[in-house]
């Protein structure tokens, strides 16, 4: 029984799972204690794993434990219920200092729980309680624990800031706005959060919809990192599967090499031999004679000498030596030499695919677009010089000015035929693609001027529209006159607004598939941007379509 004036520990007669004083408590076979319903709970929720554990140990029970009542815990609660005695808080409830300490506690302070935006007093859960029972506090704002209420106060008056001038952009007291803040904007504190409040969620939604956004380029990223990993093994592989096939196949033809000089060497080696050998009985044969001549030589019966001379004195038939030549060897160093030339040649071959494939390595490039330029000078960074290909040229068109300006003329011009010309538009386009991120400009006058870009394999003597600027999927066309200015893509035609000058300027990213018009004054506007995806490399186009009309492509460096 705890004596008067003893202070009991309140976890001491606290359930750990519930936090409360405890309620018909129960000790479990550990020693634990718990109100009866919450180990009840506890236990109901391990039911399924067949196993019963005590919430604070951890010690498993199997079976799970009878409960039976702890009347010495259950009568120690009572009592103290009973004499009033209040169980002393433990360490952890006390104010730190670290922690808003209630403002009423006498002594050691503890820990408040709410702060009173009326009161500007923070309180303990014990000191709260009036505002939830006294019908004129209950109106008081309760918010988490502050120390800074004295914040709200105002310096010069000593009274609560509840108003905000919305001209200095401060809290004030009613005071205040009589005094120095006197014919200032002034409304509720209340209302001018209200105000903030509506601002901040804007803010936040902006803030959601781009983090959305982040997340979704970030996905797109990790999916860009997956897909350059793929190709780049994919590549890796492939490339040591080919390179592996021409190892394969020079060693064959290595092989094919040396069979064939070994069977050339055999079959000349058994001529030489059997010519050889043919020799070699020849000179016995003529050794033989020699010998038997020399004998009869020597003769001293004449008699006999001349009965013999007609047999011994003739010679068979000698082999043909006529092509044994004395010459300049050479063999098989003329296989040698052909073999030196193809190694030659296979490492021009390498060293130029070596080139070319690290220069392809190179353009891999994943980057994310560049932000568009805002100034002309920063788009002159990205300038081309454009010159147009006389072979696409319309045989109306006159090219001028270096290949650089395009005139409509009466009489037909003595270009070649080519397949690249454009036969029924007057139409000509550039003689270089573009690629990556490019400016020009282009100086139209006369009007009837289209500015294009197109892909190479745009239709070139079509009867239809096929082949015309922006009436198919291979080109995107803009054409501004003093009237009005509009922009064709495949067949699809959009009205665009903006002013208008002689000079159009065109950037393109083709990676990024952007494509602008601009005119060029001594501001840049904007006309129209294309959002797409560019299959193709692009090439600069234009299509004049009256006899007045000429345009130039600038010179911008």
């Known amino acids: 029984m705890a004596q008067k004036g003893v202070p ?15 309620k018909d408590p129960v000790t479990i076979p550990c020693g634990h204690s718990y109100c009866i319903n919450c180990i009840k709970t506890h236990w109901d929720g391990e039911d399924e794993k067949k196993i019963h554990s005590c919430p604070q140990c951890r010690k498993i029970f199997t ?5 039976m009542k702890n009347t010495m815990l259950a009568d120690l609660v009572e009592e103290l219920k009973k004499t009033g005695l ?4 433990a360490d952890h409830y006390y104010a730190g200092p670290e922690d808003v300490a209630c403002d009423v506690c006498s002594g050691r302070k503890l820990k408040a729980v709410k702060s009173c935006l009326v009161c500007l007093v923070s309180y303990c859960e014990k000191h709260l309680q009036l505002h939830y029972d006294v019908p004129q506090l209950k109106k008081h704002k309760l918010v988490e624990p502050s120390k800074k209420l004295q914040e709200n106060i105002c310096s010069r008056h000593d009274e609560v800031m509840k108003m905000f001038c919305r001209t200095d952009q401060q809290c004030i007291c009613y005071l205040c706005s009589m005094d120095e803040h006197k014919g200032h904007d002034t409304v509720s504190a209340a209302a001018e959060r209200t105000e903030r409040q509506r601002e901040l969620e804007l803010s936040r939604q902006k803030i959601q919809q781009r983090i959305q956004d982040r997340e979704k380029d970030v996905k797109v990223l ?11 093994d994919k590549a890796v592989e492939d490339s040591e599967k080919i390179f592996t096939q021409l190892i394969r196949l020079i060693k064959k033809r290595s ?7 070994r069977s050339q060497q055999e079959t000349e080696v058994s001529r030489v031999k059997e010519l050889q050998e043919k020799l070699e009985q020849e000179i016995t044969e003529l050794k033989r004679k020699d010998a038997e001549l020399k004998q009869l030589s020597h003769t001293e019966d004449h008699t006999q000498f001349l009965h013999n001379y007609p047999s011994l004195s003739r010679l068979g038939e000698s082999t043909d030596s006529s092509s044994i030549n004395i010459r300049p060897l050479r063999y098989f160093e003329d296989v040698t030499a052909a073999v030196s030339e193809l190694r030659d040649k296979l490492q021009d071959i390498l060293r130029e695919t070596r080139t070319n494939i690290s220069l392809t390595v190179t353009e891999v490039d994943v980057l994310l677009p560049q932000p568009e330029p805002k100034t002309r000078a920063g788009f002159l960074k990205y300038s081309q010089e454009i010159t147009l290909d006389p072979n696409t040229a319309h045989t109306h068109l006159l090219l001028s000015e270096g290949k650089r300006k395009a005139s409509v003329m009466s009489q037909q011009q003595s270009y070649s035929s080519h397949p690249d010309r454009f036969t029924l538009w007057w139409q000509v386009l550039s003689r270089k693609s573009l690629t990556g991120r490019c400016y020009w400009e282009v100086e139209r006058r006369g009007g009837g001027v289209y500015v294009a870009v197109a892909y190479k394999n745009i239709s070139r003597a079509a009867k239809s ?5 922006g ?3 291979k080109s995107w066309a803009l054409n501004c006159d003093q009237n009005n200015c509009r922009f064709l893509h495949n067949n699809m035609e959009t009205s665009v607004s903006g002013s208008q000058s002689s000079k159009l300027g065109v950037y393109l990213d083709h990676r990024a598939g952007i494509l602008s018009f601009y005119s060029v004054s001594e501001t840049m506007t904007l006309l129209h941007r294309v959002q797409t995806t560019f299959t193709q490399p692009l090439y600069a186009g234009l299509w ?7 345009a130039e492509f600038c010179k911008l460096k």
């Open 86 to 89: 209040q169980a002393a808080p």
């Open 255 to 261: 092989s094919d090499v040396k069979q064939q000089i």
């Open 222 to 232: 990790q999916q860009e990192v997956k897909a350059i990993n793929g190709s780049a």
């Open 465 to 469: 529209d096929e082949c015309i600027f």
């Open 8 to 22: 009991v520990d309140r976890e001491m007669l606290s359930c750990s799972i519930c936090l409360d004083p405890l």
């Open 63 to 67: 079976p799970r434990p009878a409960l």
């Open 544 to 550: 004049l379509y009256s006899y007045e009309a000429t």
């Open 471 to 473: 009436h198919n999927d």
